[in-house]
């Protein structure tokens, strides 16, 4: 049984939006820490943002700040990324993973559970 599922990639033009939803497992994952990473062809995973269940929120590099807000809605067990002014090199593959209770890192070591991922392309 998946704990993480992402949805909502897709293809966007320069300067489009786009939200990503990360559902995860009420049983397992319920007070985890979720994070955004993303992995550019070529290039190693990066992360982009993390939220805690209670909602403080960490944004990583040039990667998440400024064009990227990350959310989470415990009712639903659904984390969002939301990005704004998309540029070609935002295209890659957008993970969701957790980790536990509290703590928000960027390094993907630190992240013990991992979705599938969702492809996003930038392209005109």
């Known amino acids: 049984q998946l704990q993480l599922v992402e949805s909502g990639g897709g293809s966007v033009q320069p300067g489009g939006s786009l939200r990503l939803s990360c559902l995860f497992s009420?049983?397992?994952?319920?007070?985890?820490?979720i994070a955004w990473f993303r992995q550019a062809p070529g290039k190693e995973r990066e992360a982009i943002s993390c939220?805690?269940?209670?909602?403080?929120?960490?944004i990583y590099g040039h990667s998440g700040k400024g064009r990227f807000d990350i959310s989470r809605d415990n009712t639903k067990n659904t984390v969002y990324l939301q990005g704004y002014g998309l540029q070609s090199e935002d295209t890659g593959l957008y993970y969701c993973a957790a980790t536990r209770p509290g703590l928000c890192v960027p390094d993907a070591s630190d992240y013990p559970t991992w979705g599938q991922g969702t492809q996003v392309t930038v392209s005109s």
């Open positions: 009420e049983y397992s994952l319920n007070d985890a820490s």
């Open positions: 939220i805690t269940k209670g909602g403080a929120r960490a």
